[in-house]
């Protein structure tokens, strides 16, 4: 019999009888029926084909070989109890590194509203945001989790079955150019945006893009297309359009300062802008450290409060 064939349980018992001189006392601190623990303990027996315990009318004692096995089941059991002393202060500890991965586009907006508050809360958590910006690949096949994220925010859910994409929050995305360009070439529905330079995204198909917006009879429109200039992600590509070498499709959070400052301005009301779905996307909360359970709580909760400057 190898020492992987033995179960903790059985150990535990053994211990327990050992300690009390009685299947029935040790049934009573295991919180067992007394029937399982006579059951598990003389089938114990018959697999060792050796006794452990001598019986008799009034009490056990250990045999010579129970005394040897007793003290290495003891030993097994302390270091099992210790392995989940260990696994459990992990799991409960703030300290060490939680790495965040999220597009380019929304690190200002986790920077300045999400961010600041845990760090703030739990000083002793090291937050590690790094970028990870979509491909066209995921678009078509699901969310990458790499390796060494924790925690990641993407607007496509996964396909691997044993991660979990938790929706985020709704965000905003509208068409922006700078005032110089809207001033010489004003949109006044989607479907005039074929006649327009846009500058395009490698996500969304590389050079030929599909765009949606409402038109100003509100229906849907999904308006195809090409691009004058393509990025692999939305910073150059916002910075090209202030610089008025054509129009934006961009998440309004990635643009709030550009707005703000003048450099941007919408092409049509915020109205007739589509909203779209971004998830928090992480393993099993089962072996989600604390500090990552904590840090995705947070994220949650602080979204909530600013919900609103993304929609």
Known sequence: MKPKDFKIDELRIVR???ETASISKA???????????????????????????????????????????????????????????????????????VTLGAPIGIHSFLTRYLLPPLLREYPELIVDLVTRNPDEREKKYGAVFDSDCDLLISFFQPQNESLIARPLTRFRVGLFASPSYIANAPLVEPTELKEHRCITLRVLGGSNNIWSSYSSQ????????????????????????????????????????ALESGSLLPCIERERCIDMQAFLIYRQRGVLPHRVQVMMDSIMHNMQLHEQRLI
């Open 16 to 18: 327990y009888v050992a």
């Open 27 to 97: 049934a009573q601190r295991l919180d067992m029926p007394q029937s399982n623990v006579s059951r598990t303990l003389t089938a114990l027996e018959r697999r060792l084909g050796l006794e452990i315990f001598l019986r008799s009318p009034r009490t056990l004692s250990l045999t010579e070989f129970g005394e040897d096995f007793l003290r290495r089941a003891t030993q097994l059991l302390d270091e099992h109890s210790n392995l989940l002393d260990m696994s459990g202060t992990y799991k409960r500890s703030l300290n060490g590194t």
């Open 218 to 257: 509100g229906q849907l429109m999904q308006v195809a297309v090409t691009g004058s200039s393509i990025c692999d992600n939305i910073l150059p590509a916002i910075e090209l359009a202030k610089q008025g070498l054509g129009i934006v499709y961009a998440p309004y959070y990635s643009v709030a300062s």
